[in-house]
């Protein structure tokens, strides 16, 4: 299980409601996923058993598991960060793509080399902290997208004490997986969430889709009891990343599980949460990922450059107060809450 668990969130999905001359066959189910959930709707024009297309979307995550997840010993990528030999599978290899593309965007902001940083932080499985900063120069040199590279199918690493972490992009592209088997099975019109992260394509009774941003709150362990935001979509992915949900005090510190691959240490800047919006899922993720870790200003700069991606921030003044800032072309498509103040 991949255990993001919940780390930013666009869980709650609020169905609009229409009428059609032909009306659609709603369906849906839910389940437990890489230590999170899952839930789906779809329209079900053809008629497709909602218990068997849970078994092949259950059957598709737990192959994807075996790839992915550091928290199986089986899984290719524990092999690999164990220097065993193992031919890396699809799931993995576009998942690296990805990850060299979403790093070399973000000036290495988002790296999945990270891994023994988190570690040390005491973030992830078996992980206790043991952060110092006499480690920290040591576990710096064993970072770095220039440290690992496919090689005739195969992961190569500069150092064999390299290791790799992609939970910050691994749930968003279970999403885009997913989406494949929909598109593959003829379905026009669906939303598919894994842990918050989100795609729909198409529209649900006529209208477009409506997802809610929960409030960057510490502890809002509780998806869609307090929203931040109300987004609409359609053929569309979201993530968001956010410092609220996964994090430790210590000594009176608040110590996030967001790592800056480029200095060591946990993040510390008043963004609380951002919401990427894409084409792809494993690109809102790691995109979103990457800016909570530049902060707000470096974040705006980012989306400046890159307008296909648009975005939602949640920060702070400071007076500690919550803010907000919505890309242009965001706008028409999101409502903040009357419990976003």
Known sequence: ??????????????????????????????????????????????????????????????????????????????????????????????????????????????????????????????????????????????????????INGRLVKTDPRVCLDVNAIAQGYSVDVICRLFDNLGIKNYLVEIGGEVRAKGKKAGNLWRVGIDKPVDNNLTPGKTLQAIIRITDKAIATSGNYRKFYVEDGVKYSHHVDPRTGYTTKNTLLSISIIADECAMADGVATGCLVMGKEKAMEFLDMHPEFEAFMVYSDDSGNFKTWTSDKLKSDLTETENSQ
């Open 1 to 150: 299980m991949i255990n993001k668990l919940m780390s930013g969130l666009l869980f709650l999905v609020l169905f609009t409601s229409g009428c059609t001359h032909n009306k659609p066959v709603i369906a849906n189910f839910a389940g437990l996923a890489q230590g999170s959930t899952y839930s789906i709707v779809y329209d079900n024009k053809k008629n497709i058993d909602p218990a068997e297309l849970r078994k092949k979307v259950e059957k598709t995550l737990a192959d994807f598991d075996l790839s992915l997840s550091l928290y199986k010993d089986s899984s290719i990528i524990s092999k690999i960060n164990r220097n065993e030999d193992v031919v890396p599978d699809s799931f993995f290899t576009e998942v690296f793509r990805k990850s060299v593309l979403v790093s070399e965007m973000t000036d290495g902001a988002f790296d999945i080399t990270v891994g023994p940083l988190v570690k040390a932080w005491g973030f992830g499985p078996d992980a206790h902290k043991s952060f110092t900063e006499s480690k920290r120069d040591s576990l710096l040199k064993l970072v770095g997208m220039s440290k690992v590279s496919l």
